[in-house]
């Protein structure tokens, strides 16, 4: 069993940078594949960023490839998501989950474990 739980959100100017963490309690943390997402009051939860059980593989978004990175350690069941140039459409509650296969990483309804979230606010 996984149990995410982010922190490092916050308030932002526009072009800043911000990084969120996500501590997973459990011994299976590196069984799992691990994805950050974001939800905004309104919408569905939308796929931002991926990482492979070893960390060896990733993938984005369109809209955050290029200014987001995300990566994980293991030994400190931690996964990691490094934000910058920041834009206000990035202001979102933004949740880290764990996903048994990597086949369904932008999927967030195959996602087994989920956090509670934490907010990010980007002011123009």
């Known amino acids: 069993q996984v149990q995410p739980k982010e922190s490092g959100g916050g308030l932002v100017q526009a072009g800043g940078s911000l990084r969120l963490s996500c501590a997973a309690s459990?011994?299976?943390?590196?069984?799992?594949?691990m994805g950050w997402f974001r939800q905004t009051p309104g919408k569905e939860r939308e796929f931002v960023a991926g990482?492979?059980?070893?960390?060896?593989?990733?993938y984005y978004s369109d809209s955050v490839k290029g200014r987001f990175t995300i990566s994980r350690d293991n030994a400190r069941n931690t996964v990691y998501l490094q934000m910058n140039f920041l834009k206000p459409e990035d202001a979102a509650d933004y949740y880290c989950?764990?996903?048994?296969?990597?086949?369904?990483?932008?999927?967030?309804?195959?996602?087994?474990?989920w956090g509670q979230g934490t907010q990010v606010t980007v002011s123009s």
């Open positions: 459990g011994r299976a943390f590196g069984s799992y594949a």
């Open positions: 990482i492979s059980r070893s960390g060896g593989v990733t």
């Open positions: 989950g764990a996903v048994f296969a990597w086949d369904y990483i932008t999927v967030g309804s195959r996602y087994d474990y």
